[in-house]
């Protein structure tokens, strides 16, 4: 096992409002605050500050509160949680997608996010079409994928369907052919959501995981519901 850390998450908080109006308020205010000078040095104090309940404004909640963890190169981290507990919100903390209110968070090398089923596909284009799409989001450049082509739709084992516009494929399907983009294209960090537990794949749950161990002997990942 590698030394290397990938993933790094130092007392990561992240907290939400239940009303619409004054979510709007606190995010212009939120903005305001970032833009302030002093607000870097904040942050660093911040880092080891306690979390408190008096933090929140009205109508507030913690999504996230004080999350710290290190995932290493050929790890596999797994979130488990009830339904709210901040599994996804985690996920997309780590993937850019939510900035945190405390903490922060360090990320190294190339990172593949499957957030959501579908995400970044393109219903109207073919699954030829849709491969180069998601490898161009995760960086990699036509050259590369075209290497990998045959590897990638021989992994999916739709290669039946690989010119058919993606809207006629079934959610498995879809599952199987963004996860062979990732699988084949091995970024260093692969943060999978709920997606692989879709009941319309290809493969039962169990055989997922040991796609997902085979696959990541070299990276890192998060992921829940595996």
């Known amino acids: ?60 909640f913690w999504s996230l509160r004080d999350v710290s963890f290190e995932v290493r190169r050929g790890e596999c981290l797994g ?21 945190p209110d405390r903490g922060r968070v360090t990320m190294r090398g190339r990172v593949g996010a499957m957030i959501e089923l579908g995400a970044g596909f393109n219903p109207l284009l073919t699954g030829r079409e849709n491969i180069y799409n998601q490898a161009a989001l995760l960086g990699f450049t036509a050259a590369e994928v075209t ?35 990732f699988a084949q294209l091995e970024p260093d960090i692969l943060l999978i959501d709920e997606v692989l537990a879709d009941p319309d794949g290809p493969e039962p749950q169990s055989e997922w995981i040991e796609i997902v161990n085979d696959s990541t002997r070299e990276q890192a990942m998060v992921g829940w519901s595996l």
């Open 1 to 60: 096992m590698s030394e290397e850390v990938l993933i790094k998450a130092e007392h990561v908080s992240k907290k939400f409002c239940r009303s619409l109006r004054r979510s709007l308020v606190y995010g212009v205010q939120g903005v305001l605050h970032s833009l302030n000078p002093f607000s870097a040095a904040q942050q660093e104090r911040d880092l080891i500050r306690p979390v408190l309940d008096q933090e929140l404004r009205r109508d507030e």
């Open 79 to 99: 979130l488990i949680g009830h339904n709210g507990a901040g599994k996804s919100t985690l996920l997309k903390v780590l993937n850019g997608l939510i900035r």
């Open 147 to 181: 290497a990998k082509f045959s590897d990638i739709v021989d992994f999916s084992e739709i290669e039946h369907a690989i010119d058919m516009p993606l809207q006629n494929y079934s959610s498995g399907m879809k599952i199987r052919l963004g996860f062979s983009v």
